[in-house]
């Protein structure tokens, strides 16, 4: 259904608003996983599968066999912790938002992965999450700016109290347990305060009990309780573990005195034989007997080690680091294999090469990756330290990958090896911010942050400076070229689109329009270009005149900040700050 919405538009154009439901899209698989959310990451009581965050949505993932994936539907703002109840019936997710805002805490029924409960309550941010052992309970702690935590009855789908977590002395509490036994029993700790806590149910309150430890000051990362509930042991950022009796609520022991875990302990599980299982700060995967606080083994992995998740009773765990990495452990030697890696910053952009889908090429912050379609396994990292690739692009034929990156240069690598092939210094002042080749492969284009379009011709071991062309005021965000290279098409975030000459490096036609264009696509006839922005509108436009010819409003909130065409030109696909990808048909933009 469309509802033409007549206002005024240049040309005397119309602006079509969206007013039908769109069909979903099923999820054929994704890479990626926020593991910089401290126990993000979980494995299902049916030992099957793990839960952990992405972005704004928790993601279900088989262990064994033929890999399925799956989102649990439910906010628009990033998760910060993650929990699962006892018998696997519930899984909670809670979230950050902007500041003067409440976070969201979303509960999910396993089974039907429905939304079960949405509560809302704690400021900005939700630290951590746990259920009670009979599910009747969930245990929220808010973040810094919120300091409290609270009760929620699952059973009326209610809060049913709250207390400030922490002394006014203290700091912020930051870990959350609870007992494997009691329901009304659980612990936080933080910037140096521990509490137990005790429920008082009929009368609706909480009642504290801090533990004091003496002249020590520390602040706690993470809380595991004993099975038997007579310890809980807590993980500080100075590198060792503090032992407190539930039962007595007095400290009983610290350690390691000697060997501290490097960066603090921020991540622990607790095995059914009594070990400690330890993630540290700088990579530490450790196995540790509480008592003679010795390390019995202990592995490097790569980035800090954010969860410790045991399968079953611990003969094999996951660990979730914050370079977006899960690995399995076997015990009791640690023997590790990695199980699914991603970027751990913003994906920049993603590239094919020309005429195969089998692979691609992702940029971020520090590297390169490219990646096998099919089993969407990484077949090769290209690392830059202390840089960002900002754009990349394959050479047609396939032989190198351009890539354009923050410090203003373009590098070239092997997608077999990753060797650098060459590089161009200074290619742009203010980082090259877009890039792509001449279907001959004879020249390269970039585009930079000063609003500089620059041709580089390429010869066999030699990058010469052909031209530059300015007239944009603004940050170049897309170039694209012809199939005959004759023109160029190039973006920028000044509100204009402009097309140029390839031959005579002059403008043949200019595009503007009231946004911040973020990119742009020739429909495969060439006659028209499309381009996204901040204004949440596809527009259509006419290469020979720059005349718009139509405009389409394809997002209710927020930027579209990506777009493609398909070859057929039959549809094309949308994505932005509304965090949908949209499939629409170019005629019709239904």
């Given at each position: 259904i469309w509802a033409p919405r007549r206002s005024w538009q240049p040309r005397s154009t119309i602006c079509y608003t969206r007013t039908m439901a769109y069909q979903p899209l099923q999820l054929d698989s994704c890479i990626g996983f926020s593991g910089k959310v401290p126990a993000g990451l979980q494995v299902h009581p049916n030992k099957e599968q793990i839960v952990y965050p992405l972005g704004s949505a928790p993601i279900i993932?088989?262990?064994?066999?033929?890999?399925?994936?799956?989102?649990?539907?439910?906010?628009?703002?990033?998760?910060?912790?993650?929990?699962?109840?006892?018998?696997?019936?519930?899984?909670?997710?809670?979230?950050?938002?902007?500041?003067?805002?409440?976070?969201?805490?979303?509960v999910w029924d396993w089974k039907t992965l429905a939304e079960k409960f949405r509560f809302k309550l704690h400021k900005?941010?939700?630290?951590?999450?746990?259920?009670?052992?009979?599910?009747?309970?969930?245990?929220?702690?808010?973040?810094?700016?919120?300091?409290?935590?609270?009760?929620?009855?699952?059973?009326?789908?209610?809060?049913?109290?709250?207390?400030?977590?922490?002394?006014?002395?203290?700091?912020?509490?930051?870990?959350?347990?609870?007992?494997?036994?009691?329901?009304?029993?659980?612990?936080?700790?933080?910037?140096?305060?521990?509490?137990?806590?005790?429920v008082d149910v009929p009368n609706r309150k909480l009642k504290p009990i801090d533990i004091s430890l003496g002249a020590l000051r520390r602040v706690v990362n993470c809380i595991q309780v004993s099975e038997d509930d007579e310890f809980a042991y807590l993980g500080t950022t100075s590198g060792d573990i503090v032992q407190v009796s539930i039962r007595t609520r007095l400290f009983k022991a610290i350690g390691p005195e000697k060997t501290?875990?490097?960066?603090?302990?921020?991540?622990?599980?607790?095995?059914?034989?009594?070990?400690?299982?330890?993630?540290?700060?700088?990579?530490?995967?450790?196995?540790?007997?509480?008592?003679?606080?010795?390390?019995?083994?202990?592995?490097?992995?790569?980035?800090?080690?954010?969860?410790?998740?045991?399968?079953?009773?611990?003969?094999?765990?996951?660990?979730?680091?914050?370079?977006?990495?899960?690995?399995?452990?076997s015990l009791p030697e640690?023997?590790?294999?990695?199980?699914?890696?991603?970027?751990?910053?913003?994906?920049?952009?993603?590239?094919?090469?020309?005429?195969?889908?089998?692979?691609?090429?992702?940029?971020?912050?520090?590297?390169?990756?490219?990646?096998?379609?099919?089993?969407?396994?990484?077949?090769?990292?290209?690392?830059?330290?202390?840089?960002?690739?900002?754009?990349?692009?394959?050479?047609?034929?396939?032989?190198?990958?351009?890539?354009?990156?923050?410090?203003?240069?373009?590098?070239?690598?092997?997608?077999?090896?990753?060797?650098?092939?060459?590089e161009i210094p200074n290619a742009q002042n203010k980082g090259v911010t877009a890039i792509t080749l001449t279907n001959d492969g004879a020249r390269l284009i970039t585009g930079g942050g000063e609003g500089l379009v620059r041709v580089w011709k390429l010869g066999r071991d030699t990058q010469t400076l052909v031209t530059g062309m300015k007239e944009h005021k603004g940050l170049i965000t897309d170039v694209r070229v012809r199939k005959n290279d004759a023109e160029l098409v190039s973006a920028s975030a000044d509100g204009t689109c402009i097309v140029w000459d390839l031959t005579r490096f002059v403008r043949n036609q200019i595009l503007f329009a009231n946004t911040v264009f973020k990119q742009v696509r020739y429909r495969p006839d060439e006659a028209q270009v499309l381009t996204v922005g901040s204004d949440r509108k596809a527009g259509y436009w006419e290469v020979f005149d720059g005349s718009l010819i139509r405009e389409v409003e394809v997002s209710a909130a927020g930027s579209v900040n990506a777009l493609?065409?398909?070859?057929?030109?039959?549809?094309?696909?949308?994505?932005?700050?509304?965090?949908?990808?949209?499939?629409f048909t170019y005629k019709e933009a239904v």
């Open positions: 993932k088989k262990i064994a066999g033929k890999k399925s994936q799956q989102f649990l539907a439910g906010d628009n703002n990033n998760i910060s912790c993650v929990a699962i109840s006892r018998s696997g019936r519930y899984v909670a997710a809670g979230t950050s938002t902007h500041q003067g805002y409440q976070a969201d805490i979303v900005v941010k939700v630290q951590a999450l746990v259920f009670s052992p009979n599910e009747s309970f969930l245990f929220s702690l808010g973040g810094q700016d919120d300091a409290s935590v609270v009760v929620w009855d699952l059973e009326k789908g209610a809060v049913l109290c709250g207390s400030p977590v922490a002394p006014a002395a203290a700091g912020q509490g930051i870990a959350l347990a609870v007992c494997n036994s009691k329901d009304t029993t659980f612990v936080t700790a933080g910037d140096n305060t521990i509490r137990i806590w005790d501290k875990i490097e960066q603090g302990v921020t991540a622990l599980a607790l095995v059914r034989n009594g070990e400690l299982l330890i993630g540290g700060g700088a990579g530490t995967v450790a196995r540790m007997r509480p008592g003679t606080w010795k390390i019995e083994a202990q592995k490097k992995v790569e980035g800090g080690v954010t969860s410790v998740a045991l399968r079953g009773d611990g003969h094999e765990f996951f660990a979730g680091t914050t370079f977006a990495t899960i690995y399995k452990f640690l023997v590790s294999e990695v199980r699914s890696v991603g970027h751990y910053e913003r994906v920049n952009q993603i590239a094919f090469p020309r005429g195969t889908s089998e692979l691609f090429a992702t940029c971020s912050v520090n590297d390169i990756r490219v990646w096998q379609t099919a089993a969407n396994k990484e077949a090769l990292r290209i690392t830059v330290p202390n840089k960002e690739c900002h754009c990349i692009a394959f050479q047609p034929d396939g032989k190198f990958i351009v890539s354009g990156w923050d410090d203003g240069v373009v590098r070239a690598f092997t997608p077999q090896t990753g060797k650098l092939l060459f493609d065409i398909s070859a057929d030109g039959v549809s094309f696909v949308t994505g932005g700050d509304d965090r949908l990808i949209k499939v």
